[in-house]
């Protein structure tokens, strides 16, 4: 049992930081959009360009990665490519991300031991190199809303999947505001607002209202 006596105000390690996890972005391409029907489309590129903005302001070390980007499913979808100009991607011919040697490479050379993963498919190209990551002692969570299935049942099954073997789903607001998670944190209070603003939906607006009736600095 907890001592009382011994509580302090201080974070669970299992939180994710700007200094503890890396995200990895796999196979957001044309090809793999068009076979997606597991949720709305549109709402998955909001989702995945969130969390890439969101990566961006803390500075997270970010992988990109694609498959088979010439021959088949085409390039990343360019608002990615925007948020990370120059950055290099990893093209792969294996649908397991974790089977490809420049991609776990790319991943040892952020440092960080928790996984911060999006992609498509869930079934395929994110619960490959979930499993295999949680199989190596890496922490992996998965950003479900930046990700997507075939269908409905193929999304939620890969998912579970995930759970079971040690996978913590999460959304990209949730990655953003745990990054965040105190608004006294002015460095990166308006960079956050304001992906908010930009990705955040009817939360987004919020903002946009309590500023403009509270004042530039209502929190978000």
């Not at 076979?35 to 803390?58: E, H, M, P, W, Y």
């Not at 950055?87 to 991609?103: H, L, S």
Request: proline share 6%.
């Amino acid at each position: 049992m907890a001592d009382i006596a011994e509580v302090t105000a201080s974070p669970s390690p299992d939180l994710l930081t700007p200094d503890n996890c890396a995200v990895l972005f796999v196979d957001h391409q044309p090809q793999m959009f068009f076979g997606t029907g597991s949720g709305d489309r549109t709402a998955i590129i909001n989702s995945a360009v969130g969390l890439a903005k969101a990566a961006k302001v803390f500075d997270v070390p970010v992988v990109l990665s694609t498959v088979a980007a010439e021959s088949f499913s085409g390039p990343i979808m360019p608002q990615l490519a925007e948020v990370f100009p120059g950055q290099e991607i990893v093209d792969r011919t294996t649908m397991n991300a974790w089977e490809d040697p420049a991609f776990v490479e790319a991943v040892k050379a952020t440092g960080r031991k928790k996984i911060v993963i999006a992609g498509l498919w869930t079934e395929v190209c994110v619960v490959l190199p979930a499993l295999s990551a949680l199989a190596q002692g890496y922490e992996v969570y998965v950003v479900t809303d930046a990700s997507g299935g075939v269908s409905p049942q193929a999304h939620e099954h890969a998912v579970q999947r995930m759970i079971q073997a040690g996978a913590v789903p999460v959304t990209w607001v949730q990655v953003l505001l745990e990054l965040q998670r105190d608004w006294a944190r002015g460095e990166t209070y308006v960079p956050v607002t304001e992906v908010v603003k930009q990705h955040g939906g009817v939360y987004g607006l919020g903002l946009v209202y309590a500023q403009a009736v509270i004042g530039a600095h209502a929190a978000g």
